[in-house]
């Protein structure tokens, strides 16, 4: 490679060295191909660089037949095209099989855009740098014998130096009489004995080996092969004794220091690497000792042990028993619900039962972006192979918020197959999302037909009942101090149908408890814990509730203010107003004044309908969006709060 621009390369652009020609050859290839399709095969495992005529020579050798086609003959070249080459080198074999088949043409393009003439451009394979595996070295100071040069290790040892020197001689020794005598084999034996002794003696009187030995495999079994890298560790330094802790902290963690110390004392072999184990091991069992039950993980289990069922999540918990007990009874299963309903919880639970009960052990759970992103880097290091092997060679396969695989059409297509390969096979499948999948934007019509050929069972925001019930048995959890029956009361009708709120509501009670060191009164929670309660309700407002009813329909966001009077549009502006009036201080004026200009007497007569609905349980709504009122009531107010 040159420094400056490759000889006969013009640079019209400004460019006076490499590094500009490779930027603009950039920004040319990004403006040609686009930024998405430039970010996802030319970001990721491919360099640019300006190559020299050697270079050059080279990569048209490599690019071979696969090129002939595509280039001219240099011996028709013109005499004016610039002998510079633009070299893009890319780390695996799929990727470059891609390059060189459909953006051939855009390279050169983009080459010719940044060097002001015609230019070549190979596409290569990128030739990894060899890299020297460092052995596992025994002896006290490992360290010692990298930065040791090898001439001190030679004349370290002067005696045993001269010592071999003088065995090389012993060969043939001269008796004094002129003649040779040959040594006999018991005489060698003796001497190699001797000179193994010597040199023994003679590194135990340096004090310390300037390099370790390299360990056999049976040391490797025997003593592990990361002994030598443990003793090169720093020492663990004591957390409690660099912070001013309390003393309830640093007694607790002072016995079982103790412990781990004199264990060190009697572990003679390997003391410096085992005390500084035994010391973290016996920090966490203190500190786990000083709490007691509280001192939990911080993440809560999420089984079917820990998971509250109710009338909001009735069908998914059946649907989730159903499948545990049978794994391929109902595939693909499909839960679909608002955030923080408990949807990911379940998917775990089915996961757990896999392992546990079936002794699947190929059980793949993880969510759609992790898919994405695992799928983008496979693609760009050549590992395709080893990505549909290891998604579609698997037991079971869970796979949660489907709804962030919308207008991914790389990855849909690459869903759409692996779901096609397990479903053939019988393996069961697990899938959750916001919507049905029919539902969903940017889901192509062959997955979404997929995903809902098995069981799609809704999940609705948590209820009353099962808000009071999750917050009562996390409170007991978390908490230190119980709480009384009518603030749970009060918390639980502040609260919305959102896990994950009520998770944050129960840590700032255990913070304000540790605060005061006594339960927390209503207004002090209200005080600091009001931001979370404030969000749990969702923010309604006119527009507000016109935009959620809208979307709950698919219908226009403008067609309840209008003159239409079918009843696909009329009852979900009695529904809206309805809403309107529940939710705001809105008077009836207002609201008939906001839904097409009409009188009060119009939202009087639309209230009263839609409480006639909700009591009858009529469906509202035409086609694919009918639903019972009570069930369009929920749901739009999941879209409020979403």
């Known amino acids: 490679m040159k420094e400056d621009c490759a000889t006969g390369m013009s ?25 998405d399709r430039f ?70 393009a983009a080459a010719m855009h940044a060097c002001g ?59 004094g009489t002129g003649e040779t005598q040959q040594p006999s084999a018991g005489g060698a034996r003796r001497r190699g004995e001797l000179t193994r002794g010597r040199s023994k003696r003679g590194q135990a009187a340096s004090g310390s080996s300037s390099r370790g030995r390299t360990m056999s495999m049976s040391q490797l079994v025997a003593h592990g092969a990361g002994t030598a890298r443990e003793r090169r560790r720093p020492p663990v330094v004591d957390s409690a004794a660099m912070l001013d802790m309390p003393s309830e902290f640093t007694s607790a963690t002072a016995q079982p220091k103790s412990k781990s110390s004199a264990t060190g004392k009697r572990s003679s072999r390997n003391a410096a690497g085992q005390s500084a184990a035994n010391n973290a091991a016996g920090s966490n069992a203190g500190a786990g000792s000083a709490d007691g039950k509280k001192s939990a993980a911080p993440q809560r289990p999420m089984n079917a042990s820990t998971f509250v069922s109710g009338s909001c999540n009735q069908l998914a918990f059946t649907a989730m028993t159903m499948v545990c007990q049978q794994p391929g009874l109902a595939s693909p299963l499909f839960l679909c619900g608002p955030s923080g309903t408990g949807k990911t919880h379940m998917l775990s639970a089915i996961a757990d039962q896999f392992r546990r009960r079936h002794r699947m052990r190929r059980v793949m759970h993880l969510s759609a972006e992790q898919f994405t992103n695992d799928f983008i880097t496979s693609v760009g290091n050549s590992g395709i192979t080893s990505f549909r092997r290891r998604y579609r060679e698997v037991d079971a396969l869970l796979i949660d918020d489907v709804q962030f695989l919308g207008s991914k059409k790389a990855t849909l297509r690459e869903v759409l197959y692996t779901v096609e390969t397990l479903a053939n096979a019988g393996r069961p499948l697990i899938f959750s999302g916001s919507h049905a999948p029919t539902e969903i934007q940017g889901l192509t019509q062959e997955l979404a037909g997929r995903m809902a050929s098995g069981l799609v069972c809704p999940v609705g925001a948590l209820d009353l009942t099962t808000r009071q019930t999750i917050l009562r048995r996390w409170l007991g959890d978390t908490c230190q101090f119980p709480l009384d029956d009518d603030m749970v009361e009060q918390l639980t009708s502040m609260l919305a149908g959102d896990g994950r709120v009520i998770s944050g509501v129960v840590n700032t009670i255990n913070l304000l408890q540790r605060m005061y060191g006594r339960n927390p009164t209503m207004d002090e929670v209200r005080r600091f814990g009001g931001d979370v309660l404030r969000s749990a309700k969702p923010v309604a407002s006119l527009s507000v509730i016109e935009t959620a009813v809208c979307d709950a329909f698919q219908l226009p966001l403008d067609v309840l203010r209008s003159r239409t009077q079918t009843r696909a549009v009329t009852e979900p502006r009695m529904l809206a107003m309805y809403l309107s009036r529940q939710m705001t201080s809105a008077a009836y004026t207002e609201i008939a004044r906001h839904f097409g200009g009409k009188s009060h007497s119009t939202a ?10 909700i009591e009858k349980g009529k469906s509202i709504g035409r086609g694919q969006t009918a639903m019972s009122a009570q069930e369009a009531i929920e749901r739009i107010e999941s879209l409020m709060r979403a």
């Open 117 to 175: 003439s015609s230019t070549h451009v190979a596409v290569e394979l990128a030739q990894p740098e060899p890299a020297q595996a460092d052995l596992p070295l025994l002896g006290e100071d490992a360290s010692a014998s990298r930065a040791t040069p090898s001439s001190e290790n030679d004349s370290s040892h002067p005696a045993a130096g001269n010592l071999v020197a003088g065995d090389a001689d012993t060969g043939k020794r001269d008796t």
């Open 39 to 108: 970010r996802m095969w030319f970001t990721h495992g491919v360099s640019f660089a300006v190559a020299n005529k050697s270079d050059e020579t080279r990569a048209n050798e490599n690019q071979g037949v696969e090129n002939q086609a595509d280039t001219e003959p240099a011996a028709t070249a013109d005499s004016s095209i610039v002998r510079g080459c633009v070299m893009v080198r890319v780390r695996g074999q799929f990727a470059l099989d891609r390059l060189r088949k459909n953006f051939l043409n855009e390279l050169r």
């Open 604 to 613: 009087i007569a639309a209230e009263k309908n839609v409480k006639g609905w």
């Open 11 to 35: 640079a019209p652009h400004g460019c006076t060295d490499d590094r500009d020609v490779v930027a603009h050859f950039k920004e040319a290839l990004e403006q040609r191909i686009g930024a």
